[in-house]
């Protein structure tokens, strides 16, 4: 089945800086999301993004689907970003497995104040 | 307001016994997934039904069963054959077309 690898696995900030998460995968994907896991075990959806680029305040998202990998920024970090953050890609065949995501082992994001 | 609810949030089963975890929607959302996730681990999948009366297994069915009665909801059984239930259980749902997952607050099952 396909792979997904995320990069860095841990990650400590002090609070107003910027940081990048990676995702790679190993196969064509029609689906790729990026989640956020509070210490509370709540996954928030934060993108939903097979291609191309987009923004949600402070983050944004840009997936090189040619290249297979996909790229979280994070600006201005605040303590409440801290958590796990998730990719999880969908196959490129429909049918069946249409919906279905592997998820990557996570970035463990660590914000001080 | 629309969303997922999960139930209950904590449960505590005794060896040999079969549990069954709730999984309910109101999103209207086609498809329903169960995701399983160890400490430090990412999710793994269960099963999934992408319509009413089907559904199929994930990569870790084996011990699990679930049913798909109703588009609202998708409960997920423990059975005595899962050797290693103590885990956090996650439900999701995904419309047929945008794919966009969102997800319950989970259920942690522990073996007592």
């Known amino acids: 089945g396909i792979q997904v690898e995320q990069s860095p696995p841990d990650l400590i900030l002090q609070e107003g800086a910027n940081s990048t998460l990676r995702c790679n995968f190993s196969d064509s994907v029609n689906n790729l999301q990026w989640f956020h896991q509070n210490p509370w075990g709540q996954l928030i959806n934060l993108f939903y993004?097979?291609?191309g680029t987009k923004q949600n305040g402070r983050l944004s998202a840009t997936t090189v689907a040619t290249e297979r990998y996909s790229l979280l920024y994070i600006s201005s970090s605040q303590t409440t970003d801290s958590g796990v953050y998730f990719c999880?890609?969908?196959?490129?065949?429909?049918?069946?497995?249409?919906?279905?995501?592997?998820f990557g082992q996570g970035t463990i994001l660590t914000v001080h104040p | 307001d629309g969303g997922i609810t999960q139930s209950p949030k904590y449960l505590f089963r005794k060896e040999g016994q079969n549990v069954t975890l709730s999984c309910e929607q109101n999103?209207?959302?086609?498809?329903m997934y169960w995701y399983r996730q160890d400490p430090g681990q990412g999710l793994r999948l269960i099963y999934y039904s992408q319509i009413v009366n089907d559904f199929q297994k994930g990569d870790i069915a084996e011990g699990y069963s679930v049913s798909r009665e109703k588009k609202e909801s998708f409960p997920l059984t423990v059975t005595s054959a899962q050797k290693n239930p103590t885990a956090f259980y996650l439900c999701?749902?995904?419309?047929?077309?945008?794919?966009?997952?969102?997800f319950g607050s989970g259920t942690r099952l522990t073996v007592v």
């Open positions: 999701a749902s995904s419309p047929r077309v945008h794919y966009g997952y969102t």
């Open positions: 999103l209207n959302h086609d498809a």
């Open positions: 993004i097979p291609s």
């Open positions: 999880a890609v969908g196959p490129l065949a429909g049918g069946t497995s249409y919906g279905k995501l592997t």
